[in-house]
């Protein structure tokens, strides 16, 4: 019996992408995310995915313990296992298709990005247009949590299509970002390595959506 629905979705290209990225790269490759190495990442995805309370962890401080706890586990093994291991989503609850779209389009594609512009070199991706609307629709989703930090109101305009959402309200204009979807998420996502995102709109709206700890 299998639980695997096979509709091929982005969440599922993005991670065979990353994986094969990963390995590209190398496990001591540098990665957008702080001091992270590619081999931190892969077993950051690990962890996430098969640890219940590990994942837990992540974004719940008084259970970070848990968290490195099954970090250590999980990253005794060789580099190429660990991303084989990442490589197929884990049957529960992941195996279903519409589950995993749901969790990890946005955590697959940002950190293959992540890979990808961790060393010199990279080039934006020209991703299709029907992959650009998926990501279109889980930022202007995800989007309202990622930029609350900056405390200002936010409005996001795509480049390449008609649309635009507001991400944030408040008093005042909002700051204004036009671009990609793929590229306004990394920006959400606290990514400083975007490009062709213009944001635009009152000098102090602007400076503090600059200045803030975005995404999770």
């Known amino acids: 019996m299998r639980l695997l629905r096979t509709s091929d979705t982005l969440a599922r290209r993005e991670r065979r992408a990353l994986c094969d990225t990963a390995i590209l790269v190398g ?67 992941f195996g279903l298709a519409p589950l995993d779209a749901l969790a990890n389009t ?11 512009r961790g060393s010199r070199g990279w080039a934006p991706r020209a991703l299709p247009r029907a992959d650009e609307d998926v990501l279109w629709r ?11 930090p900056a405390g200002v109101p936010v409005r996001v305009e795509r480049a390449d299509a ?10 005042g204009d909002p700051a204004v970002l036009t671009g990609r979807p793929s590229e306004l998420l990394l920006f959400v996502y606290g990514r400083s390595q975007v490009r062709d995102v213009q944001v ?12 803030a700890d975005l995404g999770l």
């Open 27 to 93: 496990s001591d490759a540098p990665t957008l995310c702080g001091g992270w190495t590619a081999r931190d990442l892969v077993v950051h995805l690990l962890v996430r995915e098969r640890h219940p309370l590990g994942a837990l962890g992540i974004v719940v401080g008084p259970l970070a313990g848990l968290t490195e706890r099954a970090t250590q586990r999980e990253g005794r093994a060789d580099f190429p296992v660990l991303v084989e291991r990442v490589r197929s989503p884990w049957p529960v609850p």
């Open 106 to 116: 946005a955590e697959m594609f940002v950190h293959h990005e992540d890979l990808r």
């Open 138 to 148: 889980v930022l202007t989703m995800a989007g309202r949590s990622l930029v609350r």
């Open 162 to 171: 008609a649309g635009s959402a507001t991400l944030a309200t408040g008093s």
């Open 200 to 211: 635009e709109g009152p000098d102090e709206a602007v400076a503090a959506l600059r200045a």
